[in-house]
T-cell receptor, first 115, second 116 residues
Framework: DTEVTQTPKHLVMGMTNKKSLKCEQH?????MYWYKQKAKKPPELMFV???????INESVPSRFSPECPNSSLLNLHLHALQPEDSALYLC??????????????FGPGTRLTVL | AQSVTQLGSHVSVSEGALVLLRCNYS??????LFWYVQYPNQGLQLLLK??????LVKGINGFEAEFKKSETSFHLTKPSAHMSDAAEYFC??????????????FGKGTHLIIQP
């Protein structure tokens, strides 16, 4: 099973709301990632977790707050977002460890609209 | 810093014709390169990856790519296009942060159109 699941599929929120995106994998992977993809653009890396510890934060605004409660779950908490944060949020996972050749498996994404 | 450049934001080929999608890389360390495909409203699926084991890499759905160090290229090809190949294709390289897990940096993407 090489599936990464993401919920919800779609999310509409106001600028004052607090919401969370969820990502789950059961492949035993120890690295998990959040990417943001604007329309007709490539994905851009936001965060990397390695063995449940945040290892890369690509200067993402604090209104995005990642959390990795265990090795299978990755959350992205959203608060006070701006309309320009509307995008497809992709989660990915890979085996982990010091292997730059690992394949990243992507979930289908959550399409977020901020009103 | 590692980066990739995809030449051609749109490529149109006839069904049954050769598909060639171009990717050039810039890297200060040996690069690890990937090609991903994205169908509308879906996530990304790995087509193939270069890990230095072999310069000619075969992937899924009949795609292959050749790593050419002298040309700093990793172009994606398929001998005969099928209508189902219509999608967005991304070339990517690992960021090279040296950490335990490495994010990807993507090219701008090439939209492949298949003409019947």
């Amino acid at each position: 099973d090489t599936e990464v699941t993401q919920t919800p599929k779609h999310l509409v929120m106001g600028m004052t709301n607090k919401k969370s995106l969820k990502c789950e994998q059961h492949m035993g992977h120890r690295a998990m990632y959040w990417y943001k993809q604007k329309a007709k653009k490539p994905p851009e890396l936001m965060f990397v977790y390695s063995y449940e510890k945040l290892s890369i934060n690509e200067s993402v605004p604090s209104r995005f707050s990642p959390e990795c409660p265990n090795s299978s779950l990755l959350n992205l908490h959203l608060h006070a977002l701006q309309p320009e944060d509307s995008a497809l949020y992709l989660c990915a996972s890979s085996q982990g460890g010091r292997r730059r050749t690992d394949t990243q498996y992507f979930g289908p994404g959550t399409r977020l609209t901020v009103l | 810093a590692q980066s990739v450049t995809q030449l051609g934001s749109h490529v149109s080929v006839s069904e049954g014709a050769l598909v060639l999608l171009r990717c050039n890389y810039s890297s200060s360390v040996p690069p690890y390169l990937f090609w991903y495909v994205q169908y509308p409203n879906q996530g990304l699926q790995l087509l193939l990856k270069y890990t230095s084991a072999a310069t000619l890499v075969k992937g899924i759905n009949g795609f292959e790519a050749e790593f050419k160090k002298s040309e700093t290229s990793f172009h994606l090809t398929k001998p005969s296009a099928h209508m189902s190949d219509a999608a967005e294709y991304f070339c990517a390289v690992t960021l090279g942060s040296g950490g335990g897990a490495d994010g990807l940096t993507f090219g701008k993407g090439t939209h492949l159109i298949i003409q019947p």
